[in-house]
């Protein structure tokens, strides 16, 4: 081996040991990163960069290492150790197992918050924006964080760990085949909930019918291919999703809030992704861009 070569192979095991260190630290796990590493040393070395005929990116290279030395810390520590990083970055999806929770008051429908079909969603495990392709219920998260609502920061505990729902169970960080997924059909629905109380249950499908994502972006497109002509019926259809809050709040005596679980987030706050924003006058509403 070249002076050179040698230099570069040092370095790149004294840079192995840093990720190795800060993998460990990440995952709260108290073990020797030598110990790591030399738990995976044969497949380290073959992902390690090669002399000549090296064809990878210096960050496909570190992508691939940090995945196996992940792996490797986590097979150090092979079980939960409540650290609550999985709470701090999004809520639970609920399951149909969960309805158990809302018959024995532990889920109220304040803390959730329904996320309709169509509705524009982040995808932590796709890592890009998509649309939910069907009706989920989801806990509430802190506003402007991931964190969980039943996640409490000064003692970094679930304030509902005994009876927390099914996708925190089955969380398994140190996993990462069992990546936290539910079968569609598993999912939780209002309709699961709801439809037990026809007076309500009627008022939601109308809502649906009236003021659907899929509506509300067949209006939107709309409006942006007439040029702003078709402004009434955008205005009609997020009216109509305000007023049906208010309405069945007084008649239910449901507080406001409770609203994002029985008809999901209100349309007007996705106006923003058109670059516009709804406005209430003394003469009406009006739509105004948001820049
Ligand atoms: S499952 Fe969640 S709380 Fe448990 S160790 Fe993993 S990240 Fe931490
Ligand atoms: S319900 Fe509890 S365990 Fe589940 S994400 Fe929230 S705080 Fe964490």
Same mark, same amino acid.
Request: aromatic residues 8%; negative net charge.
């Given at each position: 081996?070249?002076?050179?070569n040698?230099?570069?192979?040092?370095?790149?095991?004294v #840079?192995?040991?840093e990720?190795?260190?800060?993998?460990?630290?990440?995952? /709260?796990?108290?073990v020797?990163?030598?110990?790591?590493?030399?738990?995976?040393i044969?497949?380290?070395? #073959?992902?390690a960069?090669?002399? !000549?005929? !090296?064809?990878?990116?210096?960050e496909e290279i570190?992508?691939a290492?940090?995945?196996?030395?992940l +792996?490797?810390a986590?097979a150090t520590?092979?079980?939960?150790?409540?650290?609550g990083d999985?709470?701090?970055?999004?809520?639970?999806?609920?399951? /149909? +197992?969960?309805?158990e929770? @809302?018959?024995?008051?532990?889920?109220k429908p304040?803390?959730i918050?329904?996320?309709?079909?169509? +509705?524009?969603v982040?995808?932590?495990?796709e890592?890009?924006p998509?649309?939910?392709?069907? +009706?989920?219920?989801?806990?509430?998260?802190?506003?402007?964080?991931?964190t969980?609502?039943?996640?409490?920061?000064?003692?970094?505990s679930?304030?509902?760990?005994? /009876?927390?729902?099914?996708?925190?169970r089955?969380?398994?960080?140190w996993?990462?085949?069992?990546?936290?997924t539910?079968e569609?059909?598993?999912k939780?629905?209002r309709?699961?909930?709801?439809?037990?109380?026809p007076?309500?249950?009627?008022?939601? !499908?109308?809502?649906e019918?009236?003021?659907?994502h899929?509506?509300?972006a067949?209006v939107? #497109?709309?409006? *942006?291919a007439?040029? *702003?002509?078709t402004?009434d019926?955008v205005l009609?259809?997020?009216?109509?999703?305000?007023?049906?809050?208010?309405f069945?709040?007084?008649?239910?005596?449901?507080? !406001?809030d409770?609203m994002?679980f029985?008809?999901?987030?209100?349309l007007?706050?996705?106006?923003?992704?058109?670059g516009l924003?709804?406005?209430?006058?003394?003469d009406g509403y @009006?739509l105004t861009?948001s820049?």
């Amino acid at each position: 081996m070249s002076e050179y070569n040698k230099a570069e192979a040092d370095f790149f095991l004294v #840079a192995l040991k840093e990720e190795a260190r800060t993998i460990l630290w990440k995952i /709260h796990a108290n073990v020797d990163p030598e110990i790591v590493i030399k738990s995976v040393i044969n497949d380290l070395q #073959a992902l390690a960069p090669r002399d !000549e005929g !090296e064809t990878r990116t210096d960050e496909e290279i570190w992508s691939a290492i940090r995945e196996k030395l992940l +792996e490797a810390a986590y097979a150090t520590r092979p079980q939960c150790v409540r650290c609550g990083d999985c709470c701090t970055t999004g809520s639970p999806t609920l399951m /149909h +197992e969960d309805i158990e929770l @809302f018959r024995k008051d532990i889920l109220k429908p304040s803390e959730i918050v329904t996320i309709r079909k169509g +509705e524009p969603v982040y995808s932590s495990i796709e890592e890009k924006p998509g649309t939910a392709e069907q +009706e989920m219920l989801k806990v509430r998260e802190i506003p402007g964080e991931k964190t969980c609502t039943f996640y409490r920061k000064l003692d970094q505990s679930c304030s509902i760990y005994e /009876h927390r729902p099914q996708q925190c169970r089955k969380q398994e960080c140190w996993n990462p085949q069992m990546i936290s997924t539910i079968e569609d059909n598993a999912k939780l629905d209002r309709s699961a909930l709801l439809s037990v109380i026809p007076a309500l249950w009627e008022i939601i !499908e109308r809502h649906e019918e009236k003021c659907s994502h899929e509506e509300f972006a067949r209006v939107m #497109a709309r409006l *942006g291919a007439t040029k *702003g002509q078709t402004v009434d019926s955008v205005l009609d259809v997020l009216k109509y999703d305000m007023h049906v809050r208010e309405f069945i709040s007084e008649r239910f005596g449901l507080a !406001e809030d409770t609203m994002k679980f029985f008809f999901g987030r209100p349309l007007a706050d996705f106006l923003g992704l058109y670059g516009l924003q709804l406005e209430k006058r003394e003469d009406g509403y @009006f739509l105004t861009s948001s820049d």
